[in-house]
């Protein structure tokens, strides 16, 4: 158990909720969260937003009960944690972009944090349906920054810039990305989500099948190479 | 400190939690977090005879205190799981259990004959799946097919043979004797109840499969009365489970008449609950100053 | 606005929402609340031949996401439901529907004869009360003694006849079926689960009666399940239930088969529940722009 | 839904809950509340403990799930509140003793309330088990008050001093006044617990055998004349 230490709401129906430990971490890793005891039964997966010393943080969207409850904590309760979970995104090398959309874009802060130093250049992708949020603490490790609001990030993008993308966000973004694709020469890993209850592997509710055969989505990925994945 | 050992049949467990199959994978990753070793024993995810991939589709669903799952037998076959997964479970100190699952009595037999050349301490024969057409819970719904399969099995092995039944079988009481008559060493119950979710948005079932089965502290006062039932029937000893959550579920499905007990979905909310399940217990029996889990087993 | 009418074979409700047996007395109390006429039906507490204490010791437990009772069909006996209830009810402008269950053929019998003299709806005959020994459920388990005790009441009644089957029955599409057969003019489903509950400071069940009755959330996966097995398998109508807490899961029931719906235990969590239900189905059939419920009704 | 202005800590694990609000309420009723949307299931029945302008009140123990989980509620927080139900005390006169043994002191202050005016004689006994609480806040109403930490709190009662004496409390105190009585001029009112679920007469849950017959401790009760009851 660890205390929260803010709870803020970032905009109607997103939350940026920060929590008091030195917890452990690698960028796109999960954990499983619960800010309750019994009920609803299952703990929530969400990414790695950001970690500092003493705190981890992470974004979320209200979307159903679990969300609701998290909305609803503030300052000084309690909430549960397990993690880190996943393999999390490859230690990316050269000309790097960043794509997130919706939600998808809460495991990117702290990628760009890790990478930003190390690579040539990081630029950071962000697409949202309604209004731009955190922009500026993205910026702060971008070389270049590129935001939508209700069109596709994906038209912006031009992956031959690149060595590397690592991207998350809904999976027609995904897909799109994957598509883009002609030479080899860029890498892009993807962050699949998928409905989950134990988050380590152990239970296969989150299987699905790759290209190299079935694959935990919570303990093999959520980041895949985009060409191992069989897209919707 | 109390002694929480237990005997179910001829073998011995060093404290009577064990965890459920489909529900710890084969001990890997929970071992990571902590010492399965101190686990009574493993009952491994359920195993065929060749590799499946499972159900397509959704697999997980969430209900009121309870979750839905689908995962239709994902496993990797009996013989990886012995080159693979065998080496690493004999090093622990702890019981193993193979889960056995099948389409065909051929199938289950065929894999049952595989394993029991195999250093387990147990086979427990699923004939209660309901994810799997065609398989699986076909064969524990009605006394009659179940009967027949324990008496196939039965045949081909010499390790000891415990029954996960189904709570959807037409009489689980009937189906228990049954299998104690075709000489089984015990019962485990319950597996997963059939249940349904519907997408009203979409117009259609959640699952692919359209039923799937239901798990966790929803089923649990279902769970503990059939346990009760079969427990005042058949005398062979009772592993009882159905969404135990903590070492007071675990003491009652005990007082209901289960030797050993099950973990299985609470596995997914605390990855350490089978540990502080044995710990409850170990309290309780310390402050009711009970000398062995005998005393209170079946008590009510 | 929407229509909400559905017809329940000859019986035509003004919108399929009613109140489930046992938890809405005789609808006096809840009148109080709000207007029950504007609800599709009542459900009446479950009626005996003759007058009924019901069960001694603790009646009611709570569950994860569920509730246990066992109140043991307490009632004032058909003859003075007919003198005290029956005028107040006719007054109403719903449906009635006299729920009628027993402990002998006879007594069966006899109660459904007087209860046919008087202007109600229809019959709602429980086979499936798992809280009084040697009567009720026992009717419901096994086909053929469902199919006995339905042959012989449609002898003795013209009134519209649904029977109101057990979840713990042993094949409850076998059940259904033979239902229809005999000529029933519909069927209800699910009546509670059999569960224990076990007090472990004491070392005994919570209930004298060692079983009772399980409600609520927890069992509507299964009891959604239940009706559309029996959807699929007979043509005569369906009023689902079990664990119905709002419009959403109303809906469920109704695209698993359910032609009109039934709402038991959501009624103790919040007293209007019924009347926001039904409003919540008319909202949904505008946003989709449904003209029927037919449209929906078994659509999955 | 209505709006909690307090919920105040009084000792280890007992709390006064302050509802905004015009609640209606006669003394001896109670309320079926929930602090929570869907779990625990049932709502949790609490005796009126006062009503102001604009507000309600109530004190309880924390026990379980429920009692707990309305122990965690803050100012503003949302709470459901159905009732008022059940019979309530009678309205007595003359000389009159109210005796509250632990929780069952709950409903004695607004009972207290009501009736110190227009009462000859009104005097409080309050049985506590560790504690004495809220003590000042009763003495305000009665002409005499009886406190007992850790005894029998009907040791101090002589019952034949009054007319009417209205009590809520454990079983077992509740009966050894019931079996004071003597001769018939006292009239012994006891408001009696049951598990509920409806609160509202429908359900049969707390139904009891009386000899009067069966009857509903939420619709009928909870206040009986203390030899109507069979006593376990
Ligand atoms: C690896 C991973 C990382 C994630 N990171 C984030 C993040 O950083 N921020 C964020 O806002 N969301 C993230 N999500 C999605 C987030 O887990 C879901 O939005 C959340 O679980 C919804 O819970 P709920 O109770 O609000 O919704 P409900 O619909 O009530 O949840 C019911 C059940 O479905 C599951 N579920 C519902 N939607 C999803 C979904 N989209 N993905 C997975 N499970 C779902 C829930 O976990 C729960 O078990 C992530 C998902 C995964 C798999
Ligand atoms: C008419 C009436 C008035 C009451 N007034 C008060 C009051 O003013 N202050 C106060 O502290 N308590 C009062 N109680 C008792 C109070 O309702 C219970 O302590 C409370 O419901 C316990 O809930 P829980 O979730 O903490 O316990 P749990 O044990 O988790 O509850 C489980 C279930 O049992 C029921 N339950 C448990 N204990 C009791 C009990 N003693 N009586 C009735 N139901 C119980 C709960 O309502 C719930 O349905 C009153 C009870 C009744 C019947
Ligand atoms: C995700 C999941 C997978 C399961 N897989 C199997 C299986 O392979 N074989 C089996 O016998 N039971 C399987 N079960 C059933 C459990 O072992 C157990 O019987 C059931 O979940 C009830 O216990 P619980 O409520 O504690 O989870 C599975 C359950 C879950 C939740
Ligand atoms: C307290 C209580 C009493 C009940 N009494 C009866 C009864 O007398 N007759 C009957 O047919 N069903 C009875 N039932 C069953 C309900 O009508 C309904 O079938 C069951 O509760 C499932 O629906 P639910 O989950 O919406 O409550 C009773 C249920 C409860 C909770
Ligand atoms: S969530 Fe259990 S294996 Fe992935
Ligand atoms: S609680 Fe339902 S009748 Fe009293």
Redesign the pocket.
């Given at each position: 158990m660890a205390k929260i230490i803010c709870n803020e709401k970032l905009s109607e129906d997103m939350f940026l909720i920060t929590i008091e430990g030195d917890f452990p971490g690698e960028m796109g890793q999960?954990y499983m969260i619960r800010g309750w005891e019994d009920y609803?039964l299952?703990s929530?997966?969400?990414?790695i937003?950001e970690i500092n010393d003493g705190s981890i943080s992470?974004?979320?969207?209200?979307?159903?009960?679990?969300?609701?409850r998290l909305s609803k904590l503030q300052k000084d309760d309690n909430i549960t944690l397990h993690g880190p979970y996943?393999n999390g995104f490859p230690k990316a090398e050269g000309r790097v972009a960043l794509v997130g959309g919706g939600?998808g874009i809460?495991?990117l802060l702290y990628t760009a944090k890790k990478l930003h130093k190390t690579v040539d250049i990081l630029d950071i992708y962000m697409g949202f349906r309604d209004e731009a949020l955190l922009v500026d603490k993205y910026k702060q490790y971008a070389d270049e920054s590129y935001i939508s609001i209700g069109s596709n990030i994906t038209d912006q993008l031009d992956i031959s810039k690149y060595d590397y993308i690592l991207t998350c966000g809904p999976e027609p973004m995904i897909k799109r990305i994957v598509e883009m694709k002609e030479d080899n020469h860029t890498k892009i890993y993807v962050?699949m989500?998928?409905?989950?209850a134990c988050g380590i592997g152990a239970c296969l509710v989150?299987s699905c099948e790759s290209k190299n055969g079935m694959t935990r989505?919570?303990k093999d990925g959520?980041v895949y190479l985009g060409e191992e994945i069989f897209y919707e | 400190m109390s002694n929480t050992k237990v005997n179910f049949g001829s073998v011995e467990f060093k404290n009577p939690v064990i965890t459920a199959s489909g529900t710890f994978g084969f001990g890997r990753e929970y071992n990571e977090i902590f010492d399965i070793s101190s686990l009574g024993g493993i009952s491994t995810k359920g195993l065929t005879l060749n590799k499946r991939k499972g159900n397509k589709g959704m697999r997980?669903?969430?209900t009121p205190s309870g979750m839905m799952n689908s995962v239709g037998l994902e496993n990797p076959g009996v013989e990886d799981f012995i080159n693979k997964e065998v080496p690493f479970l004999q090093d622990l100190n702890t019981n193993i259990i193979a889960n056995i699952g099948g389409s065909t009595l051929d199938e289950y037999i065929e894999a049952v004959e595989r394993i029991s050349k195999e250093k387990v301490d147990m086979i427990e024969l699923n004939i209660s799946c309901p994810n799997v057409k065609e398989g699986g819970m076909a064969f524990g719904i009605k006394t009659d097919t179940a009967r027949n399969i324990v008496r196939e099995i039965r045949k081909v092995t010499n390790l000891p043979l415990i029954i996960k039944l189904s709570p959807n079988a037409e009489d689980i009481v009937a189906i228990a004797k049954a299998c104690e008559e075709e000489g089984a060493d015990g019962i485990s119950l319950v597996n997963t109840f059939k249940g349904l979710a519907i997408d009203i948005d979409k117009r259609r079932p959640v699952f692919d499969n359209v039923y799937a089965g239901l798990s966790g502290p929803a089923i649990k006062p279902m769970a503990l009365r059939m346990v009760n039932e079969v427990y005042k029937q058949v005398s062979i000893p009772i592993m009882g489970m159905g969404g135990i959550m903590n070492w007071k579920d675990a003491i009652e499905f005990m007082m209901a008449g289960s030797t050993c007990i099950q973990v299985g979905t609470a596995n997914f909310i605390n990855p350490k609950v089978s540990l502080e399940i044995v710990k409850g217990i170990e309290n309780f029996m310390d402050r009711e100053n009970i000398k062995s889990l005998e005393e209170i087993i079946g008590i009510i």
């Open positions: 999960f609803p299952l929530r997966p969400l990414s937003h992470f974004i979320y969207k209200v979307l159903g009960e679990g969300t609701l996943g939600m809460a495991p962050s989500e998928k409905h989950m989150c989505v919570c959520p | 997980v669903w969430e």
